[in-house]
C-alpha cells in the first residue's frame, strides 16, 4: 500500500478555502493516497508569529507539504532551510516542501498567474501594462508580468510609497525593463496609453463588490486580466467584455498555483484541464447557492 500523502493550507480565515478540494480530487483522479487539511491559526488559537513552530509539528507529524497564504507568506521565510529562486526573488512564499530533512520554499502565486496568461491571452500586446494593486499578490503578479516580456509596467496604487518600493525591487531584477509607481488619481492617464490591464486588488469579490474605477476607462484594445476568483466573472470583467475587450479571470491563475503545488508535493504533473473544470464547476454551484 502506498504511504498516504498528507498536505495542508496555513492561514487565517481558510476555512472556505477550495484548495484542499482541488488537491484531494485531483489525488483520487490520479489514484493517490492523498489527504489535505487546512491549519486555520484563528481556529487553533495561534498568531502569525507562531509559524515556525507549527513548521515544526507538521514536519514532525509526517506533512509532505504545506501552502502558506495570508499573513504568513513573508513570516516563513526565516523558518525555512532553502528557497527557490523565484520565492527568493519575490521575497515571499506560499508553498513548502518537506524534503530530504528540508524545509524548502517555492512560489507557485507568480507561475499561477503566468500560467493562466499564457493559457488565456495568447499573443496579448505587452508594451505598456498597467497593473492596479501593489499589495498582497500584487509583488507576484508585476513579477509574472515582467518574465513574459512586458517592456513598460506601470504600477498604480493608493500607497504610492508602496508602488514605489515594488517598482524599485522589481526594477532591479529587470534591468533591461521599465517599472513605473503611480498613484491611483493617476489611472486615467496611464490606462490612456496602455495595452492591457493587470487588476490587483479585492474589489469585485463577493465582500468587495463592484468596481475600483469608473468603467468608462475601459477599451475594446484594452486586454484585461483579473486575479479575483469568487466570483469568476466580477464586475469589471463584465464590463470589459460589454464593450468586447479580451478578458482573463482569476480562476486560472487559482487552478495554476495549485497545479504547480500538486506537483511540487508529488513529482507528478496534474491534469490542469480537470482540475480547471472542478474548481469551475466548484465556484458556479457556490454562486447559484446564493442566488437561490
Known sequence: MRETILCGLIGTGIGASLT????????RAQSLPYVYRILDLDVMGLAPSDIGELLTYAKRFGFRGLNITHPCKQLVIEHLDELSPDAAKLGAVNTVLFEGGKAIGHNTDWSGFGRNFDT????????RVVQLGAGGAGAAVAYAA??????VLTLVD?????AQELARTLAVQFPTQSVVA????????????????IHATPM???????????????RPDLWVAEIVYRPLETELLRQARLIGAPTLSGGGMTV?????????FTGIE?????????????VQGEQAAVAR
Open 20 to 27: 484542499p478540494i482541488m488537491h484531494e480530487e485531483e489525488g
Open 120 to 127: 488565456g491571452l495568447p499573443g496579448a500586446k505587452l508594451d
Open 146 to 151: 515582467l518574465t513574459r516580456g512586458a517592456r
Open 158 to 162: 493608493s500607497s504610492l510609497a508602496r
Open 182 to 197: 503611480k498613484h491611483t488619481d493617476d489611472l486615467a492617464d496611464a490606462l490612456a496609453g496602455a495595452d492591457g490591464l
Open 204 to 218: 469585485g469579490m463577493a465582500a468587495h463588490p463592484g468596481m475600483a474605477f469608473s468603467p468608462d476607462l475601459l
Open 256 to 264: 495554476f498555483q495549485a497545479v504547480d503545488a500538486f506537483r511540487i
Open 270 to 282: 496534474p491534469d490542469s484541464d480537470r482540475m480547471l473544470a472542478h474548481m469551475t464547476a466548484l
